[in-house]
């Protein structure tokens, strides 16, 4: 039985630092404008393991590439959703909603959800100059 359990725990293990690795291989590629590449990559993580924040603020940036505010916002709110204490995905979370509150005008929920995930982005890094962008 502790051989079980090791051998699930090492299991467990190796395919956390799996999934960081190819994290930032996904991070890299769409950093360098090949998003379609880095969607391969997030879509098999997102589908083993649903609650990683940052695959989810990943493919959210992937869909922003792609000019997909709908799905961006949900992969983008999703992330901010599972990790509260990064300024990223709350600013992204902003640019998401942005042109649908541009194109419903300024009285929608979508303005103004944007507008808190920004508020929240510049509470989390008052320093930043990103939120203010």
Do not use: C
């Not at 360098?32 to 609650?51: C, D």
């Not at 005008?105 to 982005?121: K, N």
């Amino acid at each position: 039985m502790r051989i079980v359990l090791l051998t699930v725990t090492v299991f467990t293990w190796l395919l956390s630092f799996a999934h960081a690795a190819t994290l930032d291989s996904a991070r890299v590629l769409i950093d360098s404008g090949w998003v379609n590449k880095a969607r391969a990559i997030l879509e098999p993580i997102l589908q083993s393991n649903p609650a990683n924040a940052e695959a989810h603020y990943l493919q959210g940036r992937v869909y922003l590439a792609f000019r997909n505010h709908r799905q961006a916002e949900r992969h983008l709110k999703r992330a901010s959703e599972l990790d509260d204490s990064r300024y990223e995905y709350f600013l992204n979370y902003g640019n998401a909603l942005a042109p649908q509150a541009v194109r419903d005008g300024q009285a929608t929920a979508a303005y103004h959800a944007g507008l808190r995930a920004y508020e929240r982005a510049v509470e989390l890094a008052p320093d930043s100059t990103g939120p203010r962008v």
